[in-house]
């Protein structure tokens, strides 16, 4: 390994980008981290979270050597051990409760803090798998309006992104878009420079991307699959359907014209409080304007009627005919064309009993009180549940238990880590080996170590393999290297988009675009093969199949419409320890509508205190007309800073969505209060980092 020069890299984050890298290397470590101009998309573009990486890698907080905790849960106190003694006592452990308790009493708790499939979904599954550990519903982020889609559109398929510069409209709708998906914005910026594309923004919160827009439209919270069936009622009675489109590609065309004639504007809009005028307006754009681009956020999909939505905003483009014009459909996601080999990767049939139980991960404070037989241990990995998990304090006051084994294996001493009994250091992505898909362009990318692991620290591959040798597991699965798992994960059959694709020519040129097709003429992966406007699936599942609004449950009698939205400079609660993210953020605020603020005798930029059932934050104030009145959004995962309450988790509601078992953040409601001159702001112990 060179100890220095310039090295093609990928980005790890959970970011549909994927961005291509290049690292700069000195004396064996990363001083500078640039985008790749020679990548197709992302073309040397990169946000300020990624740009500070070398920062974060180098970080002389970085976990440098396996821990034991010496003091009480949650204090943070640790002294060193090696890893041959993690390892043993780990095992131990485990091996006494599958003996007393069963399998099940273990479970592993992670999601994707490194998007490299190896590490996030691959050793760890054959480990988990053979040992019979309850499973982890992994449905924090997406798993709503991924269902929702697939009802309609039979998977995780959209257009081509690089194909949206030739859209003449382009609706973010519940997506803070500059923020979150920054390539995207370029390239609705290159159609409106030279097509003229009109760009409309549908969101709860007038954030940077709203601002961006040629139209900005404030929304209530949990209401746009009413707005989208308003659309409908629109385009059907004023003839701007594609008739042709709808008899050939798709199913219950008509009865949706029928079902759709209850969503009138004026009903709508006392629904969404958009005004009646705007529906119009918004629906004859959709309507005159060929091709026309819907990307749809992640935002509304945290509500309880968030599958439906996906589910409802997905038929839009069916009715103009949009998907057989070059920069006409939609974006929820494309990972259904990247899709690799999971039953190599992953060996479900490792697991001997097909019964094993599954915990849903937004009810991890819920299962870790509650449920029976109890769960006796934890393994958290590419994950911080002490601030991304809703209903945080159950959380936390689940972590304190001293009859739960917590093993914690990070990065970073995280708020997490502090309640565990062993600590495990692990590599940065920049140390490994590892194949990446991503969820919104069509390139695979691979990752190569760059540098050296960081002191003592290693990969998940390799912590997994130890524990399986640890556990007497000689399956062979457990041997093989990184270079057979991902030749292994990319021979998928099934999948013509990775023909031709594996490890030799990724290897050689970093990054491969999958051999995709236009979805049109073609057959979808629905029961139907078309679009299935009317679900027979749906209703034999129980749901409406039609697309329905369906209200948000009444979350109690607090005021205000919670909505606690990423930020610009973090990434769930990572980089919210660097110091350069912090003050490029500042620091948290609630954005309060300028009519709610004057009635409570609010001013903007003083602190407030903002509670509900589950907990309490105190946060400084943005009074303003950025929400609607009755709507409050603050944006990023703050927590845990001395002297602060300002773990906005503590307010979300752990109840399940309508579809996938996703999560339901954006459905809480609380009040807020100005703070009593001369109130301590509250205290927390003080905070070493985050880093998922």
């Known amino acids: 390994m060179r100890s220095n020069g310039v090295f093609k890299s990928v980005c790890p984050l959970d970011c ?12 064996g470590k990363v001083v500078k981290v640039e985008g790749d101009p020679e990548h197709p998309v992302t073309k040397g573009n990169i946000c300020n979270k990624v740009r500070n990486m070398a920062e974060r890698i180098n970080d002389e907080n970085r976990l440098k050597y396996p821990m034991k905790r010496v003091g009480a849960k949650g204090e943070g106190k640790f002294e060193r051990i090696s890893w041959d003694e993690a390892i043993e006592t780990i095992t131990s452990k485990w091996k006494t409760l599958i003996q007393t308790e069963g399998p099940e009493s273990i479970l592993p708790y992670s999601f994707y803090g490194n998007m490299g499939l190896l590490n996030a979904e691959g050793m760890d599954r054959r480990f988990f798998h053979r040992m019979g550990a309850s499973q982890l519903e992994r449905s924090i982020c997406n798993s709503a309006g991924s269902a929702g889609y697939r ?43 030279q097509n003229g594309a009109k760009i409309v923004v549908i969101d709860v919160h007038k954030n940077q991307t709203g601002r961006l827009a040629d139209w900005f439209i404030p929304i209530l919270p949990g209401t746009d699959s009413a707005l989208a069936l308003g ?11 594609d008739g042709g489109f709808l008899q050939q590609y798709t199913v219950g065309f008509e009865e949706l014209r029928e079902h759709v004639i209850q969503y009138a504007p004026s009903t709508v809009s006392n629904i969404t409080g958009v005004p009646v005028d705007d529906i119009y307006k918004l629906a004859r754009m959709y309507g005159n304007t060929s091709p026309s681009f819907i990307r749809i956020g992640n935002g509304p999909q945290h509500h309880d009627n968030g599958g439906m939505f996906v589910r409802t905003i997905s038929c839009l483009p069916a009715l103009t005919g949009q998907w057989i014009i070059k920069g006409g459909g939609a974006i929820k996601g494309n990972s259904g064309y990247l899709t690799v080999d999971t039953t190599k990767l992953q060996r479900p049939r490792l697991l001997k009993n097909k019964q094993t139980r599954v915990v849903n991960m937004n009810r991890l404070g819920e299962a870790l009180l509650s449920l029976e037989p109890p769960v006796k241990s934890l393994y958290v990995y590419s994950c911080n549940p002490a601030v991304v998990a809703p209903e945080g304090q159950k959380v936390r006051k689940g972590l304190e238990r001293e009859d739960l084994f917590v093993v914690v294996h990070d990065l970073f001493l995280t708020e997490t880590a502090k309640y565990a009994d062993i600590v495990l250091p692990a590599t940065s992505s920049f140390e490994n080996t590892d194949l990446y898909t991503s969820y919104w362009h069509h390139y695979l990318q691979i990752q190569q170590p760059v540098i050296e692991p960081y002191e003592e620290s290693k990969s998940n591959v390799s912590v997994f393999r130890l524990l399986a040798k640890g556990m007497g597991y000689e399956d062979s699965a457990f041997e093989e290297t990184e270079a057979e798992m991902i030749a292994e994960a990319l021979a998928v ?23 995709v097709k236009p979805l049109f003429p073609g057959k979808l992966r629905t029961p139907s093969g078309k679009i299935e406007l009317y679900s027979k699936r749906m209703e034999a599942n129980g749901y409406p199949p039609l697309p329905t609004y369906i209200p948000i449950v009444k979350d109690g009698d607090h005021p205000y419409h919670f909505i606690p939205a990423p930020n610009h ?39 407030v205190r ?83």
């Open 16 to 27: 549909p980008d994927q961005c291509g890298l290049l690292l700069h290397k000195e004396d």
């Open 231 to 241: 659309i409908m009622h629109i385009l059907f009675a004023e003839n701007m359907v």
């Open 610 to 692: 903002v509670w509900n059932q589950r907990g309490e934050c105190q946060l400084k104030v943005a009074v303003g007309e950025n929400v609607l009145p009755g709507v409050v959004v603050t944006q990023g995962l703050w927590a845990d800073l001395e002297g602060t309450k300002q773990l906005v988790n503590t307010l979300t509601p752990d109840r399940i969505a309508d579809m996938g078992g996703g999560a339901t953040f954006f459905s809480g409601r609380v009040s807020v209060e100005k703070l009593v001159t001369g109130t301590t702001r509250g205290h927390f112990p003080p905070r070493v980092d985050t880093s998922s």
């Open 569 to 607: 400079n973090f990434l769930n609660s990572t980089f919210s320890n660097n110091q350069k993210h912090i003050t490029l953020e500042k620091e948290p605020r609630l954005h309060m509508n300028i009519e709610d603020a004057a009635v409570a005798g609010i001013e903007d930029g003083e602190y």
């Open 493 to 515: 059959r099934g999948n013509p988009c990775l023909d031709g694709i594996d490890y030799k020519n990724l290897v050689e040129k970093h990054y491969v675009k999958a051999k």
């Open 151 to 193: 009802y309609t559109m039979g998977g995780s398929y959209g257009i081509d992104p690089e194909d949206t510069i030739h859209s003449k409209l382009i609706i973010f709708w519940g997506i803070n878009t500059v923020s979150t998906n920054m390539h995207q914005v370029a390239l609705a910026q290159k159609a409106r420079k």
